[in-house]
């Protein structure tokens, strides 16, 4: 049963930065992708960055593209994402995804419905 368990959300001034994290337990697929989304009350979760675990290819959402980096550390099983910059319209919950990897086109798309695995959030409110 895949797990995902997100940390390190809290408040802070427009253009500091933080750092999430996101423990990951049971994913037995050999080819997978793992991801950040993050979601407005009233607004659609918005796909924010991805990784692809057989490559470590990344892709990001164009509202956060160099100011926010993914990374995971395969010993710890933790993916990481790095905000920086931060401005008052990323605030939102920001949700650990999990999904095996495509087998056709791109392995790994950064659309809500492509990942079948969630973690519960960790909050980010980031004020002027």
């Known amino acids: 049963q895949v797990q995902l368990v997100e940390s390190g959300g809290g408040s802070v001034q427009a253009g500091q930065s933080l750092r999430l994290s996101c423990a990951a337990s049971?994913?037995?697929?050999?080819?997978?992708?793992l991801g950040w989304f993050r979601q407005v009350e009233g607004k659609e979760r918005e796909g924010v960055a991805l990784?692809?675990?057989?490559?470590?290819?990344?892709l990001y959402g164009d509202s956060v593209k160099g100011r926010f980096t993914i990374s995971q550390d395969n010993d710890k099983n933790t993916l990481y994402l790095h905000l920086t910059s931060l401005r008052p319209e990323d605030s939102g919950m920001y949700y650990c995804?999990?999904?095996?990897?495509?087998?056709?086109?791109?392995?790994?798309?950064?659309?809500?419905?492509?990942?079948?695995?969630w973690g519960q959030g960790t909050q980010v409110t980031v004020s002027s």
């Open positions: 990784v692809y675990s057989r490559t470590g290819s990344t």
């Open positions: 049971g994913i037995t697929y050999s080819r997978y992708c």
């Open positions: 995804a999990a999904s095996p990897a495509l087998i056709a086109g791109p392995p790994c798309r950064l659309q809500r419905a492509h990942f079948a695995f």
